[in-house]
C-alpha cells in the first residue's frame, strides 16, 4: 500500500466517523424532541388546555408550542 493509500484511507475514515456522528446527534435530537412533544401535549390535556403544536422540521422534529386554556 502507498503512502498516498494510507493517506486517502484514513481522510475517508475520518468522513466516515464525522456523518456518523452527525447522524447520531440528528436521531438523538428527533427521539427526544417527539417525547418532548408527547409529554407537552399530554400535559396540557390533563390541563383542560387545547395544544396548538406546528412541527417546522420532520427531520429534527424541531416544533413550537402552545397550550390555551
Known amino acids: 500500500m502507498t ?3 494510507k493517506y486517502l484511507l484514513s481522510i475517508i475514515g475520518l468522513i466516515g466517523v464525522v456523518v456518523a456522528g452527525l447522524l447520531f446527534l440528528t ?4 427521539y427526544f424532541n417527539t417525547k418532548e412533544i408527547n ?3 399530554s400535559g396540557c390535556t390533563e390541563a383542560g388546555g387545547a395544544s396548538t403544536l406546528e412541527i417546522h422540521n420532520n427531520l429534527t422534529s424541531e416544533y413550537s ?5
Request: net charge positive; with cysteine; proline share 0%.
Open 39 to 41: 409529554l407537552l401535549t
Open 65 to 69: 408550542f402552545e397550550c390555551k386554556k
Open 27 to 30: 436521531v438523538t435530537s428527533s
Open 3 to 5: 503512502k498516498y493509500n
